[in-house]
């Protein structure tokens, strides 16, 4: 049985950065769930940061992950980006389903690192990671084709 990355935000963990979770309703996410096919983890807290913790984005300029206030957050986020493809590895994982916009996390879309809600085409530190290992990457916006791989397997 193969199995799959998860940001612990979809299974309704209050991992993210304002304390919140991104719980996903879906009866095959569900199944998924109850078969243990789910690896889950949050890049972010894996990588140190605490729940809730200030918004941080990445720039663009340097490629640093920087707060609001200013503070260089990129170390955490790449050790949990490196936790996440340790993950990976130890489960044979192929596939990955990420938060959509986050700054770890993101596989299409990140903000544009001056903190303007205005979000650019890119990928978070872990996302990138991740698909530079020959991981495929899916968001909550395109789970309906990553269900297609994995029920056709």
């Known amino acids: 049985m193969e199995k ?12 993210r950065y304002d304390g919140k979770d991104n719980l996903l ?38 490629n640093r992950v920087l707060t609001r206030d200013g503070v260089d957050v990129t170390a955490a986020f790449e050790q949990g980006a490196n936790q996440a493809l340790s ?20 596989s299409q879309k990140i903000h544009n690192g ?12 872990c996302a990138q990671l991740l698909s530079d290992n020959g991981i495929r990457v899916y968001s909550e ?5 990553l269900i297609e791989v994995m029920e056709s397997k």
């Open 25 to 62: 309703n879906n009866r095959v996410f569900e199944r998924w769930l109850a078969e243990g096919r789910l690896v889950a983890i949050c890049p972010e807290v894996a990588g140190g940061l605490s729940t809730p913790r200030a918004p941080a984005e990445i720039q663009q300029d340097s």
């Open 87 to 106: 993950l990976c590895q130890q489960h044979n994982i192929r596939y990955a389903l990420l938060k959509e916009s986050s700054p770890s996390c993101g």
């Open 141 to 145: 916006k395109n789970i309906e084709e």
């Open 4 to 15: 799959i990355l998860i940001s612990r935000c979809f299974l309704g963990e209050k991992v």
């Open 114 to 125: 001056k903190f303007e809600q205005i979000k650019i085409k890119g990928q978070g530190v």
